[in-house]
């Protein structure tokens, strides 16, 4: 009964290509959770809402944060589209009645990520980004496959194929993308070592 509320208010909010994006990211939240013994309804949860802001207006998206007592840097203040992340969350809260802080986190950290996530919260991240409809290319395949054989491995490359998106698009590149990109990057080398090599080589194929 949720699943069918929090649908119906998307179709009203976002454009159906964003419907689709956002049904991709559920599945791809799900086969996750699952592979990773993870709370899968919880997963499929965050994957469902991470982008119900995704279409306010900036001002919007500024007032909310405002109003939530969010701290607003340079980048957030001259971008706001950045903040759908966090306005999602407090959306999903105060229209949804979500009160579970690990489903608002991963919501809120969908798109900048942050160090010391939950693996929910990588879960999204990375759902995100490598969900089917974002392309077939040989990075992002096998970008896909690391997220189930080391979700924190792909936490990092995922990063790394996020800031060079941006580099070349010549778009601001946020210090929590970055401080994301290192905190996964120094948890995976501690934890497993460096990325198998069959993911490797996909990845830089």
């Given at each position: 009964m949720m699943r069918d509320r929090i649908l119906t208010w998307l179709e009203h909010h976002v454009t159906?290509?964003?419907l689709q994006h956002i049904l991709r990211v559920e599945?791809?939240?799900s086969e996750l959770a699952e592979h990773h013994q993870l709370d899968v309804e919880k997963a499929k949860?965050?994957?469902l809402m991470h982008?119900?802001?995704?279409y306010f207006k900036p001002q919007r998206l500024l007032q909310m944060a405002q109003t939530e007592g969010l701290e607003l840097d340079e980048i957030l203040a001259g971008e706001p589209h950045l903040l759908h992340a966090d306005v999602s969350a407090i959306v999903a809260r105060d229209e949804f009645g979500v009160k579970d802080e690990e489903i608002l986190e991963a919501i809120r950290n969908?798109?900048?990520g942050n160090p010391q996530m939950s693996p929910l919260s990588c879960v999204l991240y990375v759902a995100d980004t490598l969900e089917p409809g974002r392309g077939t290319s040989a990075e992002l395949v096998g970008l896909r496959q690391m997220c189930f054989e080391n979700l924190v491995a792909a936490?990092?490359?995922t990063g790394d194929y996020c800031i060079r998106h941006?580099?070349?698009h010549q778009r601001m590149i946020h210090p929590r993308t970055i401080l994301t990109r290192n905190w996964a990057m120094q948890q995976s080398k501690e934890q497993h070592g460096t990325p198998s090599a069959s993911a490797s080589d996909r990845i830089s194929a």
């Open positions: 159906p290509p964003r599945q791809f939240c949860q965050a994957g982008d119900l802001a995704k969908h798109t900048l936490v990092w490359r941006l580099v070349e």
